[in-house]
């Protein structure tokens, strides 16, 4: 009799434990702070949104450097028994790749790289669609036709936005020229404001920005230029110059992912999505963007969600006014994660 | 009138130091586990997490190790010239330029086997740092260039050309135009230690150190470099080299960040990239004083740093702590100690004024 009840008991935990799955362990890796309202920020509120999913608990490390400290941090969440591991900057990219060989039951996602695994996935976002059309704007508020882009390093991400900014500012205007200033930086907020400034010393009216910081936008607001913000809508920093920022929104995508691994249907591939799937958008457009303007702009915006405009589309010129995209192609996405080239009207190096 | 004075102690403090030394980070401990309850973060629990994910097991430990190596490389180096006050704070350029010197090597040689391989870049490490390093102590000696400034300055310059060559001539043309040269060959790679994630840059940093505790205590040069290092002047007269010791010490000091860059580009890595730049050199300057410039406190005081490191990143995924309390925390830690220097050099007597 004892023994029976005994044998109930332990089927009963068996069974309590199956049916009481542990939660699926989320593991976050960001590059800076997380308070810093920009890339970060964005990611972490992707997180946000998959903690309240059912079944689900996660976490992060902030702050950490690309190289040895983001391998063993990586290490450390696989050890801990994260099931799945997000890492959001490119240099974490080989580091991941070797984790990811020593734990073939723990699924890894990195963010804007390219190599990968069988447990181990690129993901990004085509952020030079809201670019594009952030370009419009601008390229419809200008007065000087001189636009300043903050840069932040010299690798396609960034160059793929100044090109697709570029190539919407023409759209509407196109004698536009986008200036372009390196600082090497994705989070300095006093080098990249006097980055922006030296921008508005040359006659730039209207400054746009690829960094974490708010510094550009303030330059922006100092000295009565418009400014285009990035990662999250800057409009707080700079009320009366941000015209609307190409943003983030990486809730969506990521609780798909994380239900994805739940159900076991998850495949290693690249994802890239944009508009269509809503992981970039632009924010509200400021007070002083005419309605003819942000009317254009939307049309546009779902012209380009629906696929039936390409922002890379021919002919698109380089900077020498040599042919590269000939009429009527598009530039394949090999193309675009390897974009080392300016369009026509960027004034820069590459260097 | 009573007041409090400061007199300096005649004789050394013994063991007394050491006393000095855990009131100091009892001290600092304290601060930063009111700093975690008042962001309302369980204060022992926290303080405990930390410490037992630092050095609470061997895969803790291995990291430590890991994480140990460049600061301690870095520090010795540095804690050499800060002897003989020649205040180097360019380990970071040396450690840059040490960097760039192995990667020619392994991408310049990439057929050579590893026996000749290794020590080649080690060399050209060693040369290439050394060559960042003597820069200053000439400029100092030739034109009475201030080194602080010129050090400083020569940071900048280091991680420029570390970054021109990475953005250009080395960029791995398959990498998608993102900054980093292409792999290491294998032979180019130092090898790890058995299973563990360790790297036989640990031997190095044992020949380090070792000889460095040798050439301070039982050498001439030694000697002389101490006495130089407490006064010029009278090391002067006595006819001691100082220009020749301030180009040995800037030159053996770049040479050690250089073997820093080695590793880390080479072990860590396995290839040059612009992240390998990560503030060893200045976290060197912190350890270096924190130690009190002595080589084999420094090797502990490295770990220990290390450790604070590797164990903040589990305070955080376990507790979500901001990643500036880590960063606070070590603030604590060396403010808290380097006042504590003070106490072990001067005590407090109350003196009647009259």
């Known amino acids: 009799m004892r023994k029976s009840i005994l044998l109930v008991f332990i089927a009963l935990l068996a069974l309590g434990s199956t049916c009481f799955a542990e939660d699926l362990k989320v593991g976050f890796v960001y590059v800076s702070p997380v308070g810093d309202a920009g890339y970060s920020y964005a990611h972490d509120q992707g997180r946000l949104a998959v903690e309240a999913m059912d079944g689900v608990t996660t976490s992060f490390v902030e702050s950490v450097a690309e190289g040895q400290d983001s391998e063993r941090v990586i290490l450390n969440m696989a050890r801990k028994g994260y099931d799945v591991i997000f890492a959001t900057s490119y240099g974490y990219m080989d580091p991941m790749l070797k984790v990811a060989k020593d734990f073939p039951k723990v699924t890894f996602m990195h963010c804007s790289g390219y190599k990968n695994a069988p447990n181990m996935a690129n993901y990004f976002g085509r952020i030079y669609q809201a670019r594009y059309l952030t370009g419009m704007v601008a390229g419809a508020m200008t007065k000087s036709k001189t636009l300043g882009y903050v840069a932040a390093l010299p690798i396609p991400e960034v160059i793929r936005g100044i090109n697709a900014f570029a190539l919407g500012a023409q759209a509407v205007n196109p004698d536009v020229q986008v200036r372009v200033v390196w600082t090497k930086t994705w989070y300095d907020p006093a080098t990249e404001k006097e980055a922006a400034k030296s921008l508005l010393d040359v006659g730039c009216d209207v400054i746009a920005q690829h960094q974490d910081s708010p510094g550009p936008q303030e330059a922006a607001q100092e000295r009565g230029a418009y400014s285009i913000g990035y990662n999250t809508d800057m409009s707080s920093f700079a009320p009366k110059s941000h015209l609307t920022s190409a943003v983030w929104n990486w809730g969506p995508f990521y609780k798909e992912m994380v239900q994805q691994i739940k159900d076991g249907t998850w495949k290693s591939q690249f994802y890239w999505y944009g508009l269509d799937k809503g992981i970039v958008d632009i924010a509200p457009f400021g007070p002083m963007v005419p309605g003819d303007v942000q009317k254009k702009v939307l049309a546009k915006k779902l012209e380009i969600a629906s696929g039936a405009y390409k922002v890379f589309s021919g002919p698109i010129r380089d900077q020498a006014g040599k042919e590269k995209v000939a009429a009527g192609a598009v530039m394949s996405d090999a193309d675009l994660l390897g974009f080392n080239w300016f369009v026509q009207g960027v004034v820069g190096t590459l260097e | 009138m009573r007041e409090l004075c400061a007199v300096k102690r005649q004789e050394p403090l013994g063991w007394g130091s050491c006393l000095i030394f855990l009131a100091a980070l009892t001290l600092a401990f304290s601060f930063s586990g009111m700093l975690l309850a008042m962001g309302g973060k369980p204060a ?303 005590r407090l007597q109350w003196r009647t004024r009259g």
């Open chain 2, 44 to 346: 022992l629990g926290g303080l405990w997490l930390l410490v037992h994910s630092a050095f609470g097991s061997g895969f803790a430990l291995e990291d430590c190790l890991v994480k140990a190596v460049p600061i301690f490389l870095c520090a010795t180096g540095v804690g050499l010239t800060f002897r003989l006050q020649i205040w180097n704070i360019g380990a970071e350029g040396q450690f840059a330029l040490g960097a760039v010197g192995a990667t020619w090597m392994a991408l310049t040689f990439p057929a050579w086997p590893w026996y000749a391989l290794l020590p080649a870049m080690l060399a050209c490490a060693s040369l290439a740092g050394a060559l960042w390093g003597a820069i200053p102590a000439l400029l100092r000696l030739k034109l009475g260039a201030n080194e602080i400034i010129v050090t400083l300055m020569l940071n900048y310059v280091g991680i420029l050309v570390l970054e021109y060559l990475v953005y250009g001539v080395w960029k791995d043309p398959g990498s998608f135009g993102f900054p980093m040269t292409s792999e290491f060959v294998p032979a180019a790679v130092v090898g790890r230690i058995g299973d563990t994630r360790l790297n036989w840059g640990l031997a190095l940093c044992l020949v380090a150190g070792g000889c460095m505790s040798v050439f301070l205590r039982f050498t001439r040069l030694g000697y002389e470099l101490r006495a130089c290092g407490e006064n010029v002047r009278a090391a002067r007269s006595a006819r001691m080299p100082y220009a020749g010791l301030v180009v040995t010490v800037m030159v053996v000091s770049g040479a050690l960040s250089g073997w820093a860059g080695f590793l880390e580009s080479s072990a860590i890595l396995g290839r040059l990239q612009p992240s390998i730049m990560s503030g060893y050199g200045y976290t060197a300057i912190v350890v270096a004083w924190l130690a009190n410039l002595r080589p084999l406190v420094i090797a502990v005081a490295s770990f220990l740093l290390a450790g604070l490191r590797v164990g903040m990143e589990t305070l955080q995924l376990d507790l979500q702590v901001p990643a500036s309390f880590g960063s606070i925390m070590e603030g604590f830690v060396l403010l808290a100690i380097l006042s504590g220097g003070f106490f072990s050099r001067y």
